[in-house]
């Protein structure tokens, strides 16, 4: 049996697939429901929930431990044009992962992908870049700046 090679994604495809398993399902649906034209696609592999196995590192550069597993959520779908696209979600929401697989199709359709982009990928990144800065503000909020002061002693 022969191994396939594994096909490291182009960037712009890893950065539309973080966007996609990173937003909350209910931000994925309304994108997905103002999308005016949503061509029509089949499962290739219908959603199915399983587990993996989470590393861990401490602070990032020590060796890696296996710190759990986490459920997550995949599919695979295939457009009528024939562009294949795949959705991997933590959780359990099947929905989610179906419509992160189709996005993920149209937007490696050269007719689909300008509509797609703005108004499901970019959409989503605001979401989430928003979330971030106010997760920044409120842990900025409770920052507390800590300084020595040195007292000198008088001889005496």
Do not use: C
Not at 118 to 127: E, S, Y
């Amino acid at each position: 049996m022969a191994v396939q090679p594994v096909v490291e994604a182009a960037p712009e495809r890893r950065r539309w697939l973080s966007i996609l398993a990173k937003a909350q399902p209910n931000e994925v649906m309304a994108a997905w429901d103002g999308l005016t034209a949503r061509p029509e696609y089949r499962a290739l592999r219908s959603p199915e929930i399983g587990m993996v196995l989470v590393r861990g590192r401490m602070g990032g550069t020590g060796d890696a431990f296996n710190l759990g597993e986490m459920t997550v959520t995949r599919a695979a779908v295939r457009l009528e044009s024939g562009e294949t696209g795949i959705g991997y979600v933590a959780g359990r929401d099947r929905k989610h992962a179906e419509i992160a697989a189709a996005v993920d199709a149209m937007m490696q359709s050269a007719d689909l992908r300008p509509a797609v982009e703005g108004a499901v990928i970019a959409k989503l990144a605001r979401t989430q870049d928003e979330r971030r800065d106010t997760a920044a503000r409120k842990a900025a909020a409770t920052k507390v700046d800590f300084f020595t002061m040195v007292r000198t002693r008088s001889p005496g």
